[in-house]
């Protein structure tokens, strides 16, 4: 089960969107949502290695916290009234209702994901904007620093209705695609439609149908697709899922190394740059 859901959030008008995605796994698993402000330490914005004068710092610091205070203000305003909207009650978590809850935290928002996201059982951020160069260090973070599977979430202008009715898997037999089977477990035993995205060209690993009879075992019933590799895989699951009209793709992550991906453009990296569905990623 799903019981924990940590979103990030700065003053950055992505972490609405978030929120939303996030509220709808709420109400489907009964879980409580943690919104994690992230508000930045005074230290951290003093330039290095300069010397700065006492009352300049002082000046700084003054500064820093009005406008992170007055950030803070606005963002748990609108937590509140999406809180609302969303039917989600701001109280601790409680057996057999969806929950939510406002948190502030000083420091990096990559320390933040370290800090709450281990203790939770699902991580939720926006899908990176590369163009704007927001986000992509979150997402890094949370995949890599949380131990924790990760719902990237699209940019739409409201979230949709419901997440996770029609599973994608997308299969190759690597560790990563296995570690994101086991966590996205609860998503799976609760679709109705599971469909299981491979293109069978698999050495040394389970196969499709290995899966299909794991998750038999589990009740849960999955057909197979497979489909011809046409240039990037990653551009080629979004294509299927499309197809197959699924709304929730499940699939490892940077199977190649993050750096390399990112600047040479992997599957992992397209699929973060281009999907239009929710996405969970476990590396």
């Given at each position: 089960?799903?019981?924990?859901i940590?979103?990030?959030?700065?003053?950055?008008?992505?972490?609405?969107?978030a929120f939303?995605?996030a509220a709808?796994?709420?109400?489907?698993f009964?879980?409580h949502?943690?919104v994690?402000h992230?508000?930045?330490?005074?230290?951290?914005?003093?330039?290095?290695?300069?010397?700065?004068?006492?009352?300049?710092?002082?000046q700084i610091e003054?500064?820093?916290?009005?406008?992170?205070?007055?950030e803070?203000?606005?963002l748990?305003k609108?937590f509140?009234?999406?809180?609302?909207?969303m039917?989600?009650p701001?109280i601790?978590?409680?057996?057999?209702?969806a929950?939510?809850?406002?948190?502030?935290?000083?420091?990096?928002?990559?320390?933040?994901?370290r800090?709450?996201g281990?203790?939770?059982?699902?991580?939720?951020?926006?899908?990176?904007?590369?163009?704007q160069?927001?986000?992509a260090?979150?997402?890094?973070?949370?995949i890599?620093?949380s131990?924790?599977?990760?719902l990237?979430c699209?940019?739409k202008?409201?979230?949709p209705?419901?997440?996770?009715?029609?599973v994608?898997?997308?299969?190759?037999?690597s560790?990563?695609a296995?570690?994101?089977?086991?966590?996205a477990?609860?998503?799976?035993?609760?679709?109705?439609?599971?469909?299981i995205l491979?293109t069978?060209?698999?050495d040394?690993?389970?196969?499709?149908?290995?899966?299909?009879?794991?998750?038999?075992?589990?009740?849960?019933?999955?057909?197979?697709?497979?489909?011809?590799?046409?240039?990037n895989?990653?551009?080629?699951?979004?294509?299927?899922?499309?197809?197959?009209?699924?709304?929730?793709?499940?699939m490892?992550?940077?199977h190649?190394?993050?750096?390399?991906e990112?600047?040479?453009g992997?599957?992992?990296q397209?699929?973060v740059?281009?999907?239009?569905?929710p996405v969970?990623l476990?590396?």
């Open positions: 089960m799903i019981h924990t940590m979103v990030p959030v700065r003053g950055d008008g992505k972490g609405d969107n939303a995605h709808v796994v709420a109400k489907a009964n879980a949502v943690r994690v992230c508000r930045p330490k005074p230290e951290d914005l003093m330039p290095y290695g300069v010397v700065i004068p006492t009352f300049m710092r002082k003054e500064v820093t916290a009005k406008n992170a205070q007055g803070e203000d606005q748990r609108e509140q009234d999406l809180a609302v909207d039917g989600l701001e601790p978590p409680t057996p057999g209702q929950t939510a809850s406002f948190a502030e935290y000083a420091g990096k928002q990559v320390d933040a994901v800090h709450f281990r203790l939770s059982d699902l991580v939720c951020v926006p899908r990176p904007d590369r163009q160069n927001l986000g260090n979150t997402l890094k973070s949370a890599y620093s131990g924790r599977p990760v990237m699209p940019p202008e409201q979230a209705a419901s997440i996770g009715s029609h994608a898997i997308g299969w190759n037999g560790l990563e296995t570690r994101a089977l086991a966590a477990m609860p998503f799976i035993k609760g679709a109705d439609r599971v469909t491979t069978g060209q698999l040394h690993a389970a196969s499709a149908e290995d899966l299909v009879d794991y998750l038999g075992h589990r009740d849960v019933t999955a057909t197979i697709v497979r489909f011809e590799r046409k240039g895989i990653g551009r080629n699951l979004l294509q299927e899922c499309e197809t197959a009209g699924a709304d929730l793709l499940v490892g992550a940077y190649d190394s993050y750096e390399r990112t600047i040479f992997g599957n992992t397209v699929v740059d281009e999907a239009t569905l969970i476990v590396h």
